[in-house]
């Protein structure tokens, strides 16, 4: 299924953007925005570069998986498949448990600012209602107005931060002197999850398959997806430095803490409302529901379409076979597993063992993914002319590097949790 098979050079790139948008507001979470501000609230601009260099890191792999879809038409798991069964063998397990855990953490994400904003239900139950509202949203498989629903929350989370960034009046100086590259005392782990958070972990590999729902599927598609791509991480940079540029302006300059975590975002709220006004704490919390809302809509999307693609290949189906697409019955099934099963963890709490092989799992596959990116751009499974360049395969190098670097302190931190439940 899919809404536009024009040639890119028929309409005016502007109205092509979306794909983009998409993935970048998909994988910019509630969990992405606490990271930032709290790293705002530790070390005031001096983490601003790692921002920047995260987004340059995901510029490259996004591209790097439409590149490959668009050359060779087909899916990027088909492109981990080529590599051997190994791929497979973690994908399988780790798309099932990711999904199972994701989902009850993305409706507790957006549970969280609707009961700020209206207490009459508790967090659970808004967190609910809005997994079912994401299922109804996508379960037809209509890609044209899930953009549509995408691009209105991404304009909201867009507005709201970077007004909430003005009314701080940040220091012009102060910002440019985020620019040169510092790790301050103490602040590795933080510089890691900020370039990291800036962007989405599995999300950036269903870049592919909304690009071939919104009828890019050949290679002359390919200067527009790159468009697209860089629009849309720009657009994603500004947010994530407004939010940088809060934490700096509200919480550093003022020493205040703020809870990690999700809650993280509430005591952001409350700061606002002090300071500004009751309408400025709302105003952000209304941005962080949107934030929180556009991930779940996105993976409950995108996520089920790279399941019903695993799915329909491991059963012998071809690319065209309904199961393995939008819409199709692989693709609700990944839907409800997504959305139900979850609510149990909301009311009972999430097991430990559960929360360990989630936290390991979900730690190797950026690195998977840079890693598998640089093996099929470098080989005969990807045409010659859309090859990686030498300088695309430093960067993906080095995302590699990063990206191993903190899947060794996630993993180290899930197994600290495991030891001490």
Known sequence: ???????????????LIGPGLVVAATG??????????????????ALLWAVIVGCIMKVVLVEGAGRYSLATGNTIYEGWASLGKWTTWYFGPYIVIWGFVYGAAAMAGTGLPLHSLFPALSVTWWGIISGLVGLALVWFGQYSFFEKVCAALVGIMFVTMVVAAALTVPNLLDILSGLVPVVPEGGLLNVLSVAGGV?????????????????????????????????????????????????????????IAVKTGDEGLLDLSTVLSDRYGVWAGKLFLVGFWAAAMSSLVGVWNGVSMM????????????????????????????????????MIMLFVGQPVWLILAYGVLGAFFMPFMAVTLLWILNT??????????????????????????LAVTQIQNAVEKFIGA
């Open 28 to 45: 910019v979470g509630a969990a992405d925005l606490v990271a930032t501000v709290i790293a705002g609230q530790k070390f005031g601009y």
């Open 199 to 255: 962007g989405g972990t599995i999300t950036l590999a269903a870049y592919g398959y909304w690009i071939r729902e919104k009828g890019w599927t050949r290679p002359e598609h390919m200067s527009v997806m790159r468009f697209d791509n860089a629009v849309a991480y720009t657009v994603t940079g500004i947010f994530v430095i407004s939010t940088l540029i809060v934490g700096a302006e509200l919480l550093y300059s003022a020493s």
């Open 307 to 342: 399941f019903a693609d695993f799915v329909g290949h491991r059963l012998g189906h071809g690319d065209d076979h309904p199961d393995t697409r939008l819409g199709g019955k692989w693709y609700k099934a990944y839907i409800l597993w997504l959305t139900f099963p979850p």
């Open 1 to 15: 299924m899919t809404t536009s098979t024009d040639s890119p050079t028929r309409r005016p790139r502007w109205s």
């Open 380 to 405: 005969a499974r990807t045409p010659a002319e859309w090859r990686n360049g030498p300088v695309v395969n430093v960067l993906m190098a080095i995302c590699a590097a990063l990206f191993a670097w």
